[in-house]
């Protein structure tokens, strides 16, 4: 058991602790003056392997003959990643190609070259409070409606402002525009 006495208000396993470090400072400073113990330490330090490569063939065949089969697994795992992402890749182009007529279309609307059918521009919503709001504007727009048909009522073409009205509200972009 640790002598746990006090000798000026300092436990003595701390003073015998702060000896030992002073006296381990000490005897490395001693060692690392010493050109033997340097030339040794430089010796040793030169043996050493500094690429993989020397390491690897310092190593016991045996572990040679894993570190042989690990890197021919990790060359069927690349090989199965390589087909991995030619079967992405040809799920994109199909994709692409389903998705193209709806981009052509939306930049059509977009920029006002084909106006939307009523089929088209008919939405119908799955939640209730959205369709609740969509009663109550309707009405406003019926009144806006008679409003309007007394007042001429411009025909922008297209969308204006969608691509600024995208940005600024979409958080990511909105910090881009000034």
């Not at 006090?6 to 003073?15: H, L, T």
């Not at 330090?45 to 063939?57: G, K, Q, R």
């Not at 199965?80 to 709806?102: C, G, N, S, T, W």
């Not at 977009?110 to 969509?134: F, M, Q, R, Y």
Request: with cysteine; net charge negative; hydrophobic share 35%.
């Amino acid at each position: 058991m640790a002598d746990h006495s006090f000798s000026d208000g300092v436990p003595s396993d701390s003073v015998e602790a702060a000896k030992n470090a002073s006296n381990t400072e000490k005897l490395t400073d001693q060692v690392m003056q010493n050109p033997r113990v340097l030339a040794a330490l430089q010796e040793r330090l030169d043996n050493v392997p500094h690429t993989p490569s020397s390491y690897i063939e310092t190593l016991p065949k045996a572990v040679k003959r894993r570190i042989n089969a690990l890197k021919q697994l990790q060359v069927r795992c690349a090989h199965i990643e390589a087909k991995f992402y030619e079967e992405v890749h040809d799920l994109e182009r199909k994709y692409a190609a389903l998705y193209q007529p709806l981009f052509d279309k939306r930049r059509e609307f977009i920029t006002g070259d084909v106006e939307p059918t009523d089929a088209e521009s008919e939405w119908h919503s799955e939640n209730e409070e959205e369709e609740k709001l969509a009663g109550d504007m309707k009405n406003k727009v019926v009144v806006t409606e008679k409003e309007a048909a007394t007042a001429e009522e411009p025909n922008p073409k297209g969308i204006p402002e969608f691509w600024f009205t995208i940005f600024r509200n979409v958080d990511m972009l909105s910090e881009l525009v000034q």
